[in-house]
């Protein structure tokens, strides 16, 4: 994690904004850089620049912060959503809720309803105080956008840190997540949207509230028909926060007079006592 920079005499067009590099403020063609919008419009960092916002942000976090980063995936781990067209006749009744009782934890969103999981304020509130985090989701960049201000309205826990669609529309990769590896931890029900990263991985337990997803997980009754909820303090999150706090610990657990070089928060999340899901 040692930082390095370039000693080359000419611009090395390390930021460039809607192709303008920030230092020389030379207009750029064909330049090989990588877009990070989701932070600036228009930022496309250098592979140089990446390693080294990489390097430094990692240091500030665990130097200055005591901080490792953490990339929480978005539906089917933090919420759950359904068209609302597509609710079964015993789910129905949640539209004349939605407004009332419920609108703390069922919001809507074009025509669909967008179900918070039990527990993730709490959890949220307390893995701030140890981890830098992200939201990286497949969906739309309206959406996640969408989702991410309806879990976290004031910006106090993802920032402007939401990947998307847009940036990665093929598959989930730490190249977008400005940090080095052997400090992040990634939560996401699916193994397979994470084929270079899965040392990083934990997998939850997918959350399903509505019918529609129920076929393919159970014969029973969904959450909604059921009028009830997974539970908040014994559910996938709670149990997951106590894994986190865990290995938050065991990366701080030895200080930090140890060269960082020889800190890797994927050897802390292997072994047998490790549950595959969380």
């Known amino acids: ?58 240091l500030i976090s665990i130097y200055k912060h005591k901080k490792l980063h953490l990339v929480l995936d978005l539906d089917n781990t933090l919420v759950h959503s359904v068209n609302i067209s597509k609710l079964s006749d015993a789910e129905k009744y949640l539209i004349e809720e939605a407004g009332s009782d419920l609108k703390n934890n069922l919001q809507t969103y074009h025509g669909r309803f967008i179900k918070i999981r039990p527990f993730v304020n709490e959890f949220l509130e307390e ?12 969906c739309t960049f309206r959406y996640g956008q969408a989702v991410a201000r309806m879990i976290d309205p004031n910006k106090i826990y993802f920032g402007d840190r939401v990947i998307t669609r847009k940036e990665s529309p093929n598959r989930k990769t730490l190249d977008l997540v400005l940090a080095d590896e052997r400090g992040i931890l990634i939560v996401d029900d699916s193994l397979v949207v994470w084929p270079d990263h899965k040392q990083n991985l934990l997998q939850i337990t997918r959350y399903v509230y509505f019918r529609q997803d129920y076929k393919n997980i159970r014969a029973n009754s969904s959450f909604a028909e059921m009028k009830r909820d997974e539970s908040a303090n014994r559910g996938a999150l709670a149990n997951l926060l106590i ?36």
């Open 243 to 278: 894994f986190l706090k865990g290995i938050h610990n065991g990366f701080f657990s030895c200080g930090l007079e140890e060269d960082l070089d020889s800190k890797d928060v994927r050897s802390l999340i292997k072994g047998p006592s490790i549950p595959k899901r969380c």
């Open 127 to 138: 893995a701030n105080k140890l981890f830098n985090m992200y939201v990286y989701t497949k």
């Open 1 to 58: 994690m040692s930082l390095s920079s370039s000693s080359g005499n000419n611009c090395g067009h390390c930021f460039v904004r809607h192709r303008i590099c920030l230092a020389c403020k030379k207009k750029l063609c064909g330049v090989e850089v990588r877009g990070f919008d989701y932070l600036f419009p228009g930022l496309h960092l250098s592979h140089e620049a990446v390693s080294f916002t990489k390097c430094l942000t990692t």
